[in-house]
């Protein structure tokens, strides 16, 4: 079964992905702090990391577990779509080039509904569409 | 804030004893998800990066005009950002482009070899290297060379370059 790892501060969002995701056969472990999300990764590791960039009480927010994935070897190789509520800003920031040093596969503008997620997370591990 | 609880809230960047965006890692580490608009007189990269990674909702300058002021804060209020999209997006794309040199160099030496090039980039000299390093200089140097040969650089001049190149410094 495939493993999302999803890193999001908001509590209530993170349930509503979680629901989403498991009813479409993932594993899902949710966390709400980067911090929580590598001590999850060393434990069990994922297939793809849904991101979220801005996580302003969190010991460890989204940009900076991007360079703590970097690293390390063995989690440089997985996928991460990040979810953003800025708007257009990160699709103007990320280079293609940078976007696949950083192996950040899709930016999922918030607010999006639960097709747009399943699209870009079977997009992004090579399954079906829906 | 714990008095009034406001709905938006405008803070000004620079101000004396505790600034803007010290107060908003304080209401942030305390859960305080109060939407806030900070106020500078310059856009500065470092300044607009921290303010988003901390949640800052909008970004004015001082010497806007005050309906733009009552627009900012409407849009905000209504769950919009208000962030110069430009000025934000070139901050971010510094950022990102940092973080992929740094991966990129990480994937070609040894974490002790990484660390040896961030004491280089902060500019120890080898005999500060040894010493902070708790090893030779002959140590260092060997450390050094092997830097300089993974990445194809032949002098720390080169090697510095390299480094600001991928955006790194």
Redesign the interface.
């Known amino acids: 079964m495939l493993r999302i790892l999803v890193v999001e501060d908001n509590a209530v969002f993170r349930g509503y992905l979680r629901t989403v995701l498991e009813a479409e056969g993932f594993a899902v472990v949710d966390v709400g702090d980067g911090a929580d999300a590598l001590d999850e990764l060393a434990r069990s590791g994922a297939d793809l990391i849904l991101l979220d960039l801005i996580m302003p009480a969190a010991r460890i927010d989204g940009l900076g577990l991007l360079g703590h994935l970097g690293a390390r070897a063995e989690l440089r190789k997985i996928p991460v779509a990040i979810m953003s509520g800025l708007g257009g800003v990160v699709d103007d920031a990320l280079a293609p080039a940078t976007a696949e040093k950083l192996r950040i596969c899709s930016v999922i503008a918030k607010p999006f509904t639960a097709d747009d997620l399943l699209g870009k997370v079977r997009a992004i591990l090579g399954l079906p569409a829906g | 804030m714990k008095t009034h609880r406001p709905d938006v809230l405008v803070l000004d960047i620079r101000m004396p004893v505790k600034d803007g965006l010290q107060v ?1 890692r304080e209401l ?2 305390e ?1 305080d ?1 109060t939407r806030v608009v900070l106020l500078t007189a310059s856009l500065d990269d470092d300044e607009t990066l921290e303010a ?4 800052a909702r909008g970004m004015l300058l001082k010497d806007m005009s005050p309906r733009l002021l009552i627009q900012c804060v409407r849009k905000v209020h209504a769950g919009d ?1 208000w ?1 110069e ?2 000025s ?6 510094t ?3 940092r ?6 160099i ?2 070609l030496l040894t974490p002790r070899e990484m660390e040896v090039l961030r004491k280089v980039l902060q500019g120890l000299r080898n005999k500060e290297l040894a010493e902070v390093l708790h090893v030779s200089e002959g140590t260092v140097k060997t450390h050094l060379h092997s830097i300089y040969e993974k990445l194809r650089v032949d002098s720390r001049a080169a090697l510095i370059v390299y480094c600001r190149d991928k955006g790194i410094i």
Request: hydrophobic fraction near 45%.
């Open positions: 908003l942030r580490a859960g998800a988003m990674r901390l949640g950002m962030l999209r430009a934000a997006a070139r901050t971010l794309q950022l990102l482009r973080e992929a040199g740094t991966r990129e990480e994937s």
